[in-house]
């Protein structure tokens, strides 16, 4: 049957956690982009391994205390940025190392942790997402849809133009810290799907992809919110019928969409220059008749 996939319960549960995906790793990822931190996600995903650790640890949810360990992560980094005048790929790195190695020993120090329970949140796993991991992510989509949207507009000056914002008036080092913050809850909402190794190329792919034939930044977001949940339901489609990871072929899906794109943006640019050139020259055209109108009149 072609939607024997919306059967088992599992898949339903996997659907919806893939549609939230799609739609807020892209939302927040084109202000990273803009932000030159395309990497944060994977900083952010590698201490989320520690809240992971720590659930399984104290026998509570993973997601919501990977959750709060990523944003605890999140503002130590920005802190660090601001008054440590260290940067930003320094305490990326700080994250990656450290996050990493406290999941893993936390993990291995919990009695109901074992190595599959690692894989399963570092490359994403279908079968594992569970109806309290569905109702988790959920609120925290509703979260990060809420800011990236609502605040569209005082995150697009900050990510542009600090000095240019702050003069605006806006409160720069809030909204920085809002923008990590919702980056680590993106991180946490997509790590059931995709797996905390390959979430900040679903954060970025798409909207690199969505650059390659917009100008705008609205249409660019929207874009690549389209973008990301269409090879989000795909891959998470492919995965069940094939038996591959669900992670890794959403993120493949999302470098073909790239390629393809970025092979289209080629011709298309090619047609607005010479559409730019033909109205140049009409332009040109027309300025010497206007002033033989004006001599006709003068006589």
């Known amino acids: 049957m072609l939607l024997e996939f919306l059967n088992p319960p599992f898949m339903q549960r996997a659907?919806?956690?893939a549609v939230l995906v799609g739609i807020t790793a892209p939302a927040i990822g084109i202000f990273l982009v803009q932000r030159?931190?395309?990497?944060?996600?994977?900083?952010?995903?590698?201490?989320?391994?520690?809240?992971?650790?720590?659930?399984?640890?104290?026998?509570?949810?993973?997601?919501?205390?990977?959750?709060?360990?990523?944003?605890?992560?999140?503002?130590?980094?920005?802190?660090?940025?601001?008054?440590?005048h260290t940067r930003g790929d320094l305490a990326l790195a700080m994250l990656f190392y450290g996050g990493m190695a406290g999941g893993v020993?936390?993990?291995n120090l919990s009695d109901s942790g074992s190595n599959a329970n690692l894989t399963s949140y570092?490359?994403?796993?279908?079968?594992?997402?569970?109806?309290?991991?569905?109702?988790?992510?959920?609120?925290?989509?509703?979260?990060?849809?809420?800011?990236?949207?609502?605040?569209?507009?005082?995150?697009?000056?900050?990510?542009?133009?600090?000095?240019?914002?702050r003069v605006s008036g806006l409160p720069v080092r809030f909204l920085n810290l809002l923008v990590a913050v919702v980056a680590a809850v993106t991180v946490t909402v997509a790590m059931r799907?995709?797996?905390?190794?390959?979430?900040?190329?679903?954060?970025?792919?798409?909207?690199?992809?969505?650059?390659?034939?917009?100008?705008?930044?609205?249409?660019t977001f929207v874009l690549?919110?389209?973008?990301?949940?269409?090879?989000?339901?795909?891959?998470?489609?492919?995965?069940?019928?094939?038996?591959?990871p669900p992670g890794a072929t959403i993120v493949l899906l999302a470098i073909a969409v790239f390629v393809a794109l970025t092979a289209l943006a080629a011709p298309l640019a090619r047609r607005r220059a010479r559409a730019s050139e033909t109205k140049g020259a009409e332009c040109?055209?027309?300025v010497p008749k206007a002033r033989r109108d004006r001599d006709d009149v003068r006589v």
């Open 224 to 244: 690549s919110v389209v973008i990301g949940t269409a090879v989000t339901l795909t891959g998470t489609v492919t995965s069940y019928y094939q038996d591959v």
């Open 36 to 84: 030159r931190q395309a990497l944060m996600g994977d900083g952010i995903g590698h201490i989320a391994m520690t809240g992971v650790g720590l659930g399984f640890l104290l026998s509570t949810s993973p997601v919501w205390m990977a959750t709060a360990v990523a944003v605890a992560g999140a503002v130590v980094m920005e802190l660090i940025r601001w008054y440590g």
């Open 122 to 165: 570092l490359f994403g796993s279908l079968a594992t997402v569970s109806e309290s991991d569905v109702v988790a992510i959920c609120v925290l989509a509703a979260f990060v849809v809420l800011v990236t949207v609502g605040l569209r507009r005082q995150l697009f000056a900050v990510s542009q133009d600090e000095e240019f914002a």
């Open 105 to 107: 020993m936390l993990i």
């Open 284 to 286: 040109t055209l027309e």
């Open 15 to 17: 659907l919806i956690a």
């Open 193 to 219: 799907v995709v797996g905390l190794l390959l979430v900040s190329a679903l954060m970025v792919v798409p909207v690199a992809a969505a650059q390659q034939i917009t100008k705008s930044f609205k249409v």
